[in-house]
Each structure stands twice: as C-alpha cells, then as structure tokens.
C-alpha cells in the first residue's frame, strides 16, 4: 500500500469562516461536512477540517504550504490584495506585499482567519 496524505483537523475560531475563507480564495466547491468540522476538500480528496477544539483557548499557529497553479496562484494573489489581506514574501514577515521567486516559482505567505501561517506556492521545493 502506499502512503497518502487524507486529512488534518485545522483549530479555528470559527469552523466555517474559515472554510469558507479556503474555498473562495482557492474556488473550491462546498464538501459535505459533520460532526463539529466544516470541511474543504482539496485535489486526491485530501479534507483540510476546520474546527473548534474543546478546551482550547488560544490556538497554536501552525504553518501549510499549499501548491497551486500559476493561474490559481494569480487569481488568488488578486483576491489576497482585492481583500487587504496583509501578505508577506517571506515566512518571516520580513517582506511585506511581496511575493518571492523562490525554488523556480512563486510564493505568498499570509494568515488565514484563525492566524495559522499560510503559503501558497506555484513549484515544490523537492
């Protein structure tokens, strides 16, 4: 058997606020959530789920890099700006409104709604 990517639970302050943040800055289509996660679903039905976690009260930023096309990472990038969302070129948030022309693409880092560290990226680093 091979090893494949499935899901991950992603803390949210607000599950479906930040679903919906995902999927309109991304153009993907509503999935069928339950229980207390309000999925998106991602290419090889990978489910990012979004979620309020009992007891937590501060969420832990974490950081996903999400690999997209150029014409998504255009489009994208226009909606990021169109929606003055603070973006950075650098995971340091040393270069802000910037984007980098790192490993022969391009990338943007910014924080969703929850504050989690998020980079889109149009080449993998391998």
Sequence with gaps: MTV???HTIIAAKDGAESARFFRELLELPE???WGPFTNVRLDEGVLLQFAVLPGVEEIQVQHYALLVDDGLFDR???RLREGGIEHWADPHMKQP???NTEHGGRGVYFKDP???LIELITRPYL
């Design 4 to 6: 494949t990517f499935n």
């Design 31 to 33: 999935a069928p959530s």
């Design 76 to 78: 994208a990038y226009a």
């Design 97 to 99: 409104g910037e984007t």
């Design 114 to 116: 929850a504050g989690h």
